[in-house]
């Protein structure tokens, strides 16, 4: 059984599955996950835990020795079974394709995971903890998403949900989920449930944005000049390193020129796409950079990169901080004269 996040809460309130596999990368939906999970389990009677961590080493003997113990009390207990690299081994593939064959009655089973890629999921091992269980994958929020995260975020604190109140909320944590949760509970706390007037909001509010420098790369490709700019002072309040930026700019800039000299060529942009291994996700704002700047624009920013770099070290005179704004906007398709 498959379930997103937001359907665990209705389901946990029905009899346990036996098995419960959580599966991602974005760190406060995991945590609520298996935290309501392991809640619902104490509620049922499951009151006992037992925490397994299957590194590298680990004893996958020791999965069915608990399964197949009795507890002292004769109590039920949660196996909470943690694989911090995702991938079992042949040994724990056999270990946990045996039991979700035979899951025990009194025992629940919480495999928690990161997100598993495609070959993964059509393993024998988690094809039989699917059968079994349920299977919660959790992927990260978008900038596109967010706004309706936070909205039901809110209404399950009983909070009125305005759009103007959302989307101020969505600005100021832009990127950080927990940052976002925080702030959702902040509100209640200050003002309880009900409508909320979007002064006192933009007042309680933190600027909480988390960004990273491959989030500027992606968005200075896809062409937002001003959210470019907006994340790249994110990055300098965060401490992070020019030269740090400038290596992620300057690293695309370099494949974008390849990739439109072949496109030049009369190779067609997806499968020069292809060849250079760009991910599915980022396709769009690759194709968006290469429909925007012919191969000779790319080399003239790949050399603008060089002065940025001789400016950092001091070998040319300027702002790093000033070239590096007009080098990410010169590629999101802001003239500068």
């Known amino acids: 059984m498959r379930l997103r996040p937001e359907q ?15 599966s991602g990368d974005e760190p406060l939906q995991t945590g609520e996950a298996t935290d309501a999970i392991r809640e619902a389990a104490r509620a049922q009677g499951f009151t006992e835990r037992e925490v397994m961590h ?21 109590e039920r207990r949660i196996l909470d079974l943690r694989i911090p690299g995702g991938k079992p081994g042949d040994a724990g593939g056999k270990a946990l394709s045996a039991y979700a064959e035979r899951p025990p009655e009194d025992n629940i089973l919480l495999v928690t995971l990161p997100r598993l890629d495609k070959r993964q999921q059509q393993s024998k091992w988690f094809k039989a903890l699917d059968a079994a269980g349920a299977v919660v994958q959790v992927w990260p929020v978008g ?7 936070i909205s039901q975020r809110m209404r399950a604190r009983g909070l009125e949900s305005r759009p103007e109140v959302v989307r101020l909320l969505a600005d100021k944590v832009e990127g950080n989920l927990l940052a976002a949760a925080q702030e959702v509970d902040k509100l209640h706390l200050l003002f309880g449930e009900g409508a909320i007037d ?7 509010l933190a600027d909480s944005s988390r960004f990273d420098v491959f989030e500027l790369v992606d968005t200075a490709l896809s062409g937002d000049a001003a959210r470019t700019a907006r994340i ?5 309040a965060e401490g992070v390193e020019p030269v740090l930026i400038l290596w992620a700019l300057a690293r695309e800039i370099r494949s974008l020129a390849a990739m439109a000299a072949s496109v030049a060529q009369g190779s067609p ?13 980022r396709q769009a704002p690759v194709r968006s950079a290469l429909q925007r700047h012919n191969a000779p624009r790319w080399e003239a920013f790949l050399a603008r990169a060089g002065r940025v770099d001789r400016t950092i070290k001091g070998a040319e005179p300027g702002n790093p901080r000033d070239e590096l704004l007009q080098l990410a906007l010169l590629v999101a398709g802001v003239r500068i004269v």
């Open 143 to 149: 900038p596109k998403e967010l706004p309706g995260w």
């Open 269 to 281: 942009p997806e499968q020069v796409m292809r060849q250079h291994r760009v991910w599915a996700k």
């Open 8 to 22: 665990l809460a209705g389901h946990l309130g029905n009899p346990l599955l036996p098995i419960y596999v959580i």
């Open 232 to 236: 790249l002072d994110g990055l300098y």
């Open 54 to 74: 299957a590194e590298t080493g680990f004893d996958w003997n020791l999965l069915s020795a608990a399964a197949d113990a009795l507890s002292l009390f004769a």
């Open 198 to 204: 979007l002064d006192e909001v933009a007042l309680a």
